[in-house]
C-alpha cells in the first residue's frame, strides 16, 4: 500500500544516535497500520514551520513505527534544526508516501557504500540482501566513529563483510581496492556526500552500464552544455500548448498556466514531481533517473529538466 495523500503522524520517540544525528520513531496518529515500504524507500516530512523534507527509512519494515535519522545541518535551511532543537515527543506532523527511487534490485551480490548520514538507506538492503541469502559487503565511511550512525546495527551483521572506515583513523575510503576491477553480477549502491557519489562514479566507470545505483542528499551541479533556449510542451489530455522559455522553469511554467503538479523538492533528487512523456526528447538535468530511463524518453522531472526536442508531449 502506497500512501499518495498526506496523512498525519505523531512522535513516538526521538533518541540520539551519533554525535549530531537523532533518529526519530513516528507512528499513525490514530494508531493504524502505516503504509508498507521496502528497502530504499523514503518519506516526506511536512514541518510546521513549513519546510518539507525528504527522510529514507531505516527503520525494521512491518514496524508499528517508521524511523528515520536526521544529521544536524548548519548551513540548512531549516529543516534539521526544528528537528533536533523543537521537535518533541508526541508532537504530530504531516507525511507522505513511502516512495521507492533506491530500490534494491535483485542480484547476485552487493558492495554498499555509504558516507555518514547516507548509512540510512542503506541498513534495510543489509537485511534484504541477507534474507534473500546474496553476500554484500559494506563500506561506511564518516568524519569520526563518533559521527557514524548505527554503528552497533551495522556491528551486529557479525561476520558479515563490513568495512568501517572513521576518515579521522584511516584517512579516505580507498575505492580503487573495491572498484577497480568489476565484479560479474554485482550491483553498487552508493549513499552519501556529494564528492563521494562523484568519487565513485569515476571509480566505477568500468563496471557493467546500471551497476551502480545512487542516491544522493542533494543536486549535482548543472551540466551548462546541456541544449538551452525555449521549447514547448503540448498537455495531452487538455490539448494545451504551452512555451516554457529560455530561462523558465518547466514546472513553473506549469503552474502559473493552472496545472499543478505534486512536487517536493524542486531540485531533481525526490522524483515527487515526476511526468509521462509520451513524445519528445527529453533534456535531463535531474540526478535521479538512471541511464535507461533517460534513454527511454518517457519520463521527466519537470522541476529541473527541459527538452532537447523542439517540443515535448506530456501525459497532462
Known amino acids: 500500500m502506497i500512501a499518495t495523500t498526506a496523512f498525519e503522524v505523531k ?12 533518529a526519530v520513531e513516528l507512528c ?26 525528504q527522510y529514507s527509512l531505516c527503520g525494521e519494515q512491518g514496524d508499528a513505527a517508521w524511523r528515520i535519522a536526521v544529521l544536524r545541518e548548519p548551513a540548512g535551511r531549516g529543516g534539521s534544526a526544528y528537528i533536533h532543537d523543537v521537535l518533541r515527543p508526541g508532537d504530530v506532523l504531516s507525511a507522505a508516501g513511502p516512495r521507492n527511487n533506491f530500490a534494491l ?3 547476485q551480490s552487493y558492495l554498499f557504500i555509504a558516507g555518514g548520514i547516507g548509512i540510512t538507506p ?24 563518533r559521527s557514524m550512525a548505527f554503528l552497533d546495527e551495522v556491528r551486529a551483521h557479525g561476520s558479515a563483510d563490513v568495512h568501517i572506515m572513521p576518515q579521522d583513523e584511516v584517512g579516505l575510503i580507498d575505492l580503487d581496492r573495491h572498484l577497480a576491477v568489476p565484479q560479474r553480477g554485482s550491483l553498487i549502491y552508493c549513499c552519501g556526500p556529494g564528492p563521494l557519489i562523484d568519487a565513485v562514479e569515476s571509480a566505477s566507470r568500468s563496471w557493467p552500464s546500471g551497476s551502480l545505483h545512487r542516491e544522493r542528499f542533494g543536486p549535482k551541479p548543472v551540466d551548462q552544455t546541456l541544449v538551452e533556449g525555449s521549447f514547448e510542451i503540448e498537455l495531452a489530455l ?6 516554457v522559455g529560455e530561462d ?34 527529453c533534456d535531463h538535468r535531474d540526478d535521479l533517473l538512471d541511464d535507461e530511463q533517460r534513454a527511454s524518453n518517457t519520463m521527466i522531472l519537470p522541476c529541473v529538466s ?11
Not at 520517540?13 to 537523532?22: A, E
Not at 542503506?122 to 566513529?145: C, D, F, H, N
Not at 527541459?306 to 497532462?316: G, W
Open 238 to 243: 487538455s490539448g494545451s500548448v504551452l512555451t
Open 28 to 53: 499513525h496518529v490514530n494508531d493504524a497500520p502505516l503504509p508498507g515500504w521496502a528497502a530504499g524507500s523514503h518519506i516526506d516530512l511536512l514541518l510546521p514551520n513549513g519546510l518539507t523534507r
Open 306 to 316: 527541459r527538452a532537447k526536442s523542439k517540443r515535448l508531449v506530456l501525459e497532462l
Open 248 to 281: 523558465d522553469s518547466l514546472l513553473e511554467v506549469l503552474e502559473e498556466a493552472g496545472y499543478p503538479v505534486t512536487n517536493s523538492c524542486r531540485a531533481g533528487i525526490c522524483g515527487t514531481c515526476l511526468l509521462k512523456v509520451l513524445r519528445g526528447e
Open 122 to 145: 542503506i541498513l534495510p538492503m543489509l537485511k534484504e540482501a541477507s534474507a534473500r541469502q546474496r553476500p554484500w559487503t559494506l563500506i561506511y565511511g564518516g568524519r569520526t566513529r
Open 11 to 22: 512522535v513516538r520517540s526521538i533518541s540520539r544516535s551519533s554525535d549530531g544525528v537523532v
Open 105 to 107: 534490485v535483485d542480484a
